[in-house]
């Protein structure tokens, strides 16, 4: 055996109960029944400003919510309708009157349960019946009260959005109330219709005809106007009702089983993997239905088409539909109004019916096509009675209302969009049947683009822009109305449309003659004709430079925002966010220009710069509209520079162009009062050099950086903060192009103008106000710290003293922590303790640290608590124990929080580790019986096996808690994060290390080793493996016996047992010999694998001395394995001195320009004394074969 000074033995108390499962977790007590009064209840205490009030009914709440399908929560959604209904008995012998905001309360409370309450169907629940003996008769009694709780709601919910309406429309909880109602309305359809409720649509659509009938009878006098309101109600619940049956996935079905209801019902055992040999049957299916509900939902079609054409007359001309409505002046306008918001909503329904009218490719034979192209026929006619803006003409019965022709504009506004987004949805899913309409409706919304000012196209509302350049695109990027694409029709999807039950996806050649071929139809030829006419020389030109100088071109309130408000005009248009926002004139002219760029890139990209030449030469270079021209232009060019230098073939030789034209404009020194129009360009011409910054090479780089750098001090604030985020850019780029440890000249080029650029950005952030504009200003300080590193050692103070006001202006601005959290950190991990020991940096670094891992502060967590960790452990290992080991002590009690409280712990346990390796085991001591806890609780997710079929995926409605895992397992980075502290714990204090690790690991390795237990193959990941079996493998250098206890301990006959040891032997040997091509490639890489192989091999020869059984069963194995590795030590020439240093630098995560702390030292000395480092492979070796001789010879004589 071996002596006890190679491997010691020490008194470890009796043996760690490995493998029980049992975490600690607190159940909560169920809420009480739900009914009206303690539900009532509930939601006023939910608002009390008391949390010990609050929180309770808060839980009570959440916990009738999340587990409706038990008991004592049935009847639930029933008592909030109670509530919400003020008219109700029920709810006013409960309290009196009910107030306005819990009536809301439980709207919306209503409306969040829907989902999880009517997701399971009855028949599932039905099905427990013949499992679950037990509980029939309770079961049968719930799903009774189930089944009436829902026909309830079926019928109660109807009355309550269309009862008599209240005419006062400026009560906004009664709307806000409604539209929740109204939203739950349409949940109920996602999951109802149509087999729970299939007279749904029906029901709503003869509310929206008649206003009142059956069983959504109209409760209140029979007013004129409030029924109106009613049929508006009725046609908005009907759109959003057909949204979501519209977006219904398809669900596959792998197999019926139980354990939908919390807690309740047995999962039937299906095999985890789908039978590919039935998934087209399974898919054809699942379509088959979704068909299926899509033509019962499309039976309200003829209705619709023919409200269309009545309320969009009725809107265009100045009718009403009311009966007795005879008046004139404010009366008649308000019916007229109803009139439009019903014509709108009536085609919004039909937007949301086209995509499920599933036409198939063979349009001439469907008998529905005629209604479909009178429809199309009447969106068109529509769409050219609206298209006026301003709308002109006033009908003569509107003639005395005030303010007429404004309120005029907006209806037939908000009609239109209605008309052209429909348009949209009917080239989109039904392209040859409105092929028809596009030689009429394209003209008309281009023609507004070409013909109308700049001032008449920017008066129109956003959304109206939105839109109609919307349109124009969908035509362009349609394949079939591309005359070069034709030939390429009918080729995609052909497995799916076989799988779907479709008859195959023939080309586009197709001649059979059954008129299947869109290439032969009229109308799909005109309207290529019409595209094509669109994209004809002359024509596209003239749209490219309406584009750019009606929708890129800043307009005079844009124009005198840069004046008066130079931090709102960055955010609204120059900002980072705002670069892709499509919710402007600028930004969807923009997107329209990038679609015209990819149909037609060459002939686009040479219509730019034509334009941007013709602007430079032609036009007066001083008149402020040729600055403001020169600006949009340089826009457009930033917004196609992916195309521009894309697809193998560069456009645009932006390097000659930045010499010749940008950098003299960086390079200008313009005042204060110079004119907006020239700082605009110049701003522009920062934004686009970023654009184009890859293009640039090394003296042009450093000329831009030096300029741009200067304009950081620019006078105009719009100016210096585009320069403040293109330094950003430009010195994270310069830090990627860095190859093969060498610096580039982009990096050299940033480092040489880093302090001017630094000086700039203090001071700008200095004269900057919003929290947007500081982080802009902090994230490129964060980045010219990153590029420089210790080249910023002679400026380190001057950039400490800016740090404290910066502190003081971030108040409770989580972005602007955020970034100081980023600059300190790069400040300390590239320069090191002196950074740390800085008290100007001091003064920021432990109050930041106090402040983002404040959990106690509500959100705290969820926003800053990751990056204050990592900020703390980069702190860590660049102290000094002399001289921060005060302040890091204080900071203690504040890791042991959150520690406990469970947050981030892959990332605390690691602070944790490193405060052990300063301060020493004083620091874990106090903390034992909680890190046992802990550890086993962390990994859980490996040997806590899930209850019944991990692989079933069902539809829950969006409820997470119903057949998920239990909460508290954690996650898989936070299992690797607990063993592999358990691993180094052990590593710092044998002792004190193995009394807290050896209950997680043990388990862990029991789970692992009983895949073989009922032919199972447990799914580990191999980096779990890994660094499972390498904290095994310490443990057993520990304590020898730890073989023999785990596998006693599980209660396994000896053959059993026996098999499970060869197997894990097998395991681990095989994990630890497989060698990537990484490691093959690297000498550091091999002998990071040879420090794993080599701990192996004395651990499990440490046992062999230990263990009769592994030595017999294994022992042969180990000796072999133990004497090839010393061959590699022997070959390899690996010293003791290779190894320590190799693992050093291995342990090293997070490793910056300037030195370390004591941590490193410490660690390194940690290592030299590690004896799976030091201990000689030779010595193990012969005390092995000396183990398993012994135990062949015990055989023999047996």
Request: proline fraction near 4%.
């Amino acid at each position: 055996m071996f002596p006890p000074s190679t491997f010691p033995t020490m008194s470890l108390g009796s043996p760690a109960n490995l493998t029980s499962n049992t975490t600690p977790s607190q159940q909560q007590p169920p809420p009480p029944p739900a009914n009206v009064n303690s539900v009532l209840t509930a939601i006023r205490n939910s608002s009390s400003p008391n949390n010990t009030i609050r929180h309770p009914s808060e839980r009570v709440l959440q916990q009738w919510s999340d587990s409706y399908l038990h008991h004592y929560a049935c009847n639930y959604l029933t008592s909030l309708l109670y509530i919400i209904d003020w008219e109700s008995s029920t709810a006013g012998n409960a309290a009196g009157v009910v107030e306005e905001s819990s009536r809301l309360m439980a709207a919306i409370l209503f409306k969040n349960c829907v989902p999880k309450a009517f997701s399971v169907p009855i028949d599932s629940l039905l099905e427990e019946i013949t499992t679950n003996d037990n509980d029939t008769n309770a079961l049968r009694v719930f799903i009774d009260q189930l089944r009436h709780e829902r026909n309830v709601i079926r019928q109660t919910l109807p009355n309550l959005l269309f009862r008599g309406a209240r005419t006062d429309s400026s009560n906004n909880n009664d709307k806000t109330l409604m539209l929740h109602l109204q939203l739950a309305l349409s949940n109920i359809a996602l999951f109802d219709f149509p087999t729970g409720w299939p007279t749904l649509l029906e029901e709503l659509m003869h509310v929206v005809k008649n206003g009142s009938g059956g069983a959504t009878a109209i409760r209140g006098d029979n007013d004129t106007g409030m029924i109106m309101i009613v049929r508006v109600r009725a046609i908005q619940a009907l759109r959003m009702c057909l949204s979501s049956i519209r977006h219904r996935k398809i669900v596959v079905q792998k197999g019926r089983g139980g354990g939908r209801r919390g807690g309740g019902g047995r999962q039937q055992q299906q095999h985890p993997m789908m039978d590919m040999r039935h998934l087209e049957s399974m898919i054809g299916k699942a379509v088959h239905e979704r068909k299926e509900v899509h033509r019962m939902a499309c039976n309200i079609f003829d209705g619709l088409a023919e409200g269309i054409v009545q309320h969009a007359q009725l809107a265009v001309t100045g009718g009403s539909s009311s009966s007795g409505v005879g008046q004139e002046g404010d009366a008649t306008c308000t019916a007229w109004q109803m009139e439009c918001k019903l014509a709108t909503q009536y085609i919004k329904c039909m937007t949301e019916v086209i995509p499920m009218l599933e036409i198939e490719q063979v349009v001439h034979s469907d008998p529905r096509v005629p209604a479909v192209r009178s429809l199309l026929d009447n969106l068109t006619q529509i769409c050219e009675a609206v298209k006026a803006y301003p709308f002109g003409s006033t009908p003569s019965t509107l003639m005395g209302v005030s303010s007429i022709q404004q309120e005029m504009t907006i209806q037939m506004d908000k009609l239109y969009r209605a008309t052209l987004t429909c348009c949209m949805n009917s080239m989109k899913y039904q392209p040859q049947l409105f092929a028809t309409q596009i030689t009429a409706v394209l003209p008309s919304v281009v023609e507004p683009i070409l013909t109308l000012d700049e001032a008449v196209l920017q008066s129109m509302p956003v959304k109206r822009l939105i839109v109609m350049t919307s349109f124009i695109q969908m035509v362009l990027q349609c394949a079939l109305y591309d005359e070069r694409r034709k030939d390429r029709l009918g080729s995609k999807n052909a497995v799916l449309s076989m799988l779907m039950g479709r008859k195959g996806g023939g080309s586009g050649n197709d001649e059979s003659g059954d008129g299947s071929n869109p290439n032969n139809d009229p109308a799909v030829i005109a309207a290529r004709e019409t595209v094509t006419a669109l994209l004809a020389e002359g024509t596209i030109e003239r749209l490219i430079e309406c584009i750019v100088g009606k929708f890129l071109m800043l307009h005079p309130d844009e124009v005198e925002e840069w004046e008066s408000d130079p931090e709102g005009r960055y955010e609204t248009d120059l900002a980072e966010e705002a670069m892709l926002d499509a919710a402007s004139p600028r930004h969807c002219g923009g997107a329209l220009l990038m679609t015209l760029m990819n149909v037609e890139t060459d002939r686009v990209a040479k219509t730019l710069l034509d334009l941007t030449q013709r602007v430079f030469q032609q036009l007066p270079q001083d008149d402020v509209n040729s600055m403001l021209s020169r600006e949009a232009c340089y826009r457009a060019l930033e917004l196609c520079h992916n195309s521009m230098i894309a697809k193998g073939k560069r456009r645009l030789n932006f390097s000659d162009w930045f010499q010749a034209e940008l950098l003299p404009i960086l390079q200008t020194e313009l005042a204060e009062n110079s004119p907006v129009a020239m700082r605009a360009m110049q701003a522009r011409a920062v934004t686009l050099t970023q654009a184009y910054a890859c293009s640039l090479k090394g003296e042009e780089f450093d000329a831009a950086f030096q300029s741009i750098a200067k304009l950081m001090a620019a006078p105009d604030l719009v100016t210096a903060l585009c320069a403040s985020r293109c330094i950003d850019y430009l010195a994270i780029l310069s830090v990627q192009e860095r190859e093969s440890g060498e610096d580039s000249p982009q990096l050299l080029a940033v480092r040489s103008h880093s302090v001017f650029a630094l000086g700039n950005a203090f001071a700008l952030a200095n004269r900057a106000e919003s929290e947007e504009c500081l982080r802009v200003i902090l994230m490129c300080v964060s980045a010219l710290v990153e590029a420089n590193g210790v080249y910023l050692e002679p400026v380190l103070q001057a950039i400490a003293e800016q740090l404290p006001p910066l502190w003081e202006r971030a108040g409770d601005s989580v972005p602007i922590h955020s970034c100081l959290l980023s600059v300190l950190t790069h400040l300390i991990m590239k320069m090191g303790y002196s950074t740390v020991e800085n008290c100007h940096v001091q003064a920021v670094l432990f109050p930041l640290l106090d402040y983002c891992t404040d959990i106690n502060v509500v959100n705290r967590a969820e926003t800053l608590l990751e990056d204050g960790l990592r900020l703390w452990l980069v702190t860590l290992l660049s102290s000094r124990v002399a001289t921060m080991g005060s302040k890091l002590t204080s900071m203690l009690p504040r890791l042991e929080m959150i520690l406990r409280s469970g947050l981030e712990p892959h990332l605390s346990l690691k602070v944790l580790q490193f405060n052990s390796i300063l301060l020493g085991k004083q620091v874990v001591e106090p903390l034992a019986d909680f890190l046992r806890e802990l550890l086993v609780t962390l990994t859980s997710r490996v040997h806590v096996k899930a209850k019944g079929n991990g692989d079933e995926m069902e539809d829950d409605g969006g409820n997470g808690g119903v057949g998920s895992k239990e909460k508290d397992v954690g996650t898989m980075r936070d299992a690797i994060a607990a063993l592999s502290f358990a691993d180094i714990l052990m590593q710092l204090f044998p002792d004190l290390g193995y009394n807290i690790s050896s209950p997680s690991i043990g388990k862990v390795i029991s789970y692992i080793c009983s895949g073989s237990e009922n032919g199972q193959r447990l799914s580990v990941t191999m980096p779990l493996l890994e660094v499972s079996l390498s904290a095994f493998g310490r443990m057993v250098w520990i304590n020898p016996n730890s073989f023999d206890e785990v596998f006693t301990q599980q209660n396994a006959d000896p053959s059993q047992r026996e098999m499970k040891i060869v197997a894990l032997v097998k395991t681990w040997l095989g994990v630890v010999t497989s060698v990537s091509l990484a490691t093959m490639i690297s000498k550091k890489a091999q002998t990071i694998r040879f420090i794993d192989q080599k701990g192996t091999a004395l651990s499990l020869c440490s046992a062999i001395c230990r263990s009769p059984t592994l030595s017999r069963v294994a022992g042969a194995d180990i000796v072999e394995f133990t004497r090839q590795l010393l061959e590699v030590e022997a070959r390899g020439n690996i010293s003791t001195e290779t190894i320590v240093e190799v693992a050093c630098g291995a342990t090293r995560q997070v490793v910056g320009d300037g030195p370390l702390g004591d941590a490193a030292n410490m660690t390194a000395e940690m290592l030299k004394l590690d004896p799976l480092l030091t201990v000689s492979l030779k010595e193990a070796l012969d005390n092995a074969e000396k183990a398993v001789a012994m135990s062949s010879s015990q055989n023999s004589i047996m």
